[in-house]
């Protein structure tokens, strides 16, 4: 298993960015998507965007696409979430998910398809 730690989120007036990072180790991301997901407090954690580490291709949630970009740095084998014109429903933790299987069933949205997670990191956007 693939051990993963996010980092970047903290508080942010309305209208500004953060970066957020997911760091892997344990094994490198050739065969992974790599999926940001969000869960603010009562609520079911929701997808925000995924990367194909093989194709590259990506993927936004409704809801963000326009305000945020992922990418990823082969070299450092890390994930980075760039959001912004952040909005107060913005907030909440973060997580950074890998999934060896998302690739092959064409799914990357579904929390379910990854088998790795971070800790996960607090994204407060004040208004």
């Known amino acids: 298993q693939v051990q993963l730690v996010e980092s970047g989120g903290g508080l942010v007036q309305a209208g500004g960015s953060l970066r957020l990072s997911c760091a892997a180790s344990?094994?490198?991301?050739?065969?992974?998507?790599i999926g940001w997901f969000r869960q603010a407090p009562g609520k079911e954690r929701d997808f925000v965007a995924a990367?194909?580490?093989?194709?590259?291709?990506?993927y936004y949630a409704h809801s963000v696409k326009g305000r945020v970009t992922i990418a990823r740095d082969n070299a450092k084998n890390t994930v980075y979430l760039q959001m912004n014109s952040l909005k107060p429903e913005d907030t909440a933790v973060y997580y950074c998910?890998?999934?060896?299987?998302?690739?092959?069933?064409?799914?990357?949205?579904?929390?379910?398809?990854?088998?790795?997670w971070g800790q996960g990191t607090q994204v407060t956007v004040s208004s």
């Open positions: 998910a890998a999934s060896l299987l998302s690739d092959y069933y064409s799914d990357y949205v579904s929390p379910s398809i990854y088998d790795s």
């Open positions: 344990g094994r490198t991301f050739s065969r992974d998507a």
């Open positions: 990367i194909s580490w093989r194709s590259g291709n990506t």
